[in-house]
């Protein structure tokens, strides 16, 4: 997640004195809860994981050499599943960084023939913050939760579309490069695709899943009012899927991630789901970001959740989720 440091001093002090401060509230859920026989594997999720927040990735700054390591394996990750590239590689270069650096972009076809030309997006950032300058035993920013948590979710919901062939719309998956640099692989992406007459009509990002929440929700959504995307998911899942978190209005979460790239080129439902609520992890951009922290069992349970949400997003017959008036 992009640039909290001016935030987290404040917040956190806050969080751990008065836990009784935050009223939260959810969309109401519905009977007409969308069925996947599909399980998500616990341990690919684990092993995905580890390798994308280890040591040998040095952090995943933009422009290293751990970065191109951690491109290389989800390039391959894509080939093993067959998702197809949707430009003429993988590797999307961002066009506003000064060294190489690229999103990697797979695409997952839909199944009907008119739907097909709607899009879902996918998303989440493979980039972190790199080494630290000064000398400690751990200099490492492996970034576990930030973002390699919310990467191991997108890519475990593209493996069930690739093998189920459940999406009447098409996918686009993005694991997105810069996003620490200012969302600078979002930028750089949303400007290709307006070119190209992309058909947008919904993007969900995935932003540091790692931990869970205490709360009566799964996780909560970034500009919770702007669309009836929570209200919709959690008719899907038939569950409080989705919750509102105050601190997320209160520091403006929705302009922080990728998403808000997609939301200002295309003006449709582009939201980021999270379940840091700035009481359950103390590490943010922190070396102790680490795969040891994470919660395997919690981040398998939160892709499986979802998966009859995006299953109906990709099926619906008309444009169910719209932005607000």
Known sequence: MRKLYFLLPFVMFGCKSNNSTVVEKTSNTSEKAAEVNYKVSQTDVSDFLKYLSSDELEGRETGTKGMEKAAVFLENFFKKNTIKPYFSSYRDTLTNF??????????????????????????????????ENKKQDDVINNGANDDASGVTAVAQMAKYFAETKSNKRSILVVFFAGEEKGLLGSKSLVEKLKKKNFNLYAQLNIEMIGVPMKRDYLAYITGFDKSNMA???????GKNTI???????????????DNYSFFQAFGKPCQSISTFDFENFDFYHHVSDEFKLMDIAHIT?????????????ANSATQEITMNK
């Open 231 to 237: 209200e919709k998911i959690n008719e899907y899942t």
């Open 301 to 313: 349970s939160f892709t499986q959740e979802l998966l009859p949400a995006v299953t109906r997003i």
């Open 243 to 257: 919750g509102f978190l105050p601190k997320e209005a209160e520091y403006q979460l929705f302009y922080r991630s």
């Open 98 to 131: 000064n060294s190489p650096a690229y999103n990697i972009v797979g695409v997952i076809e839909g199944t009907d023939p008119v739907l097909k030309n709607e899009y879902v997006v996918l998303s989440a950032h493979y980039d972190h913050i790199g080494l």
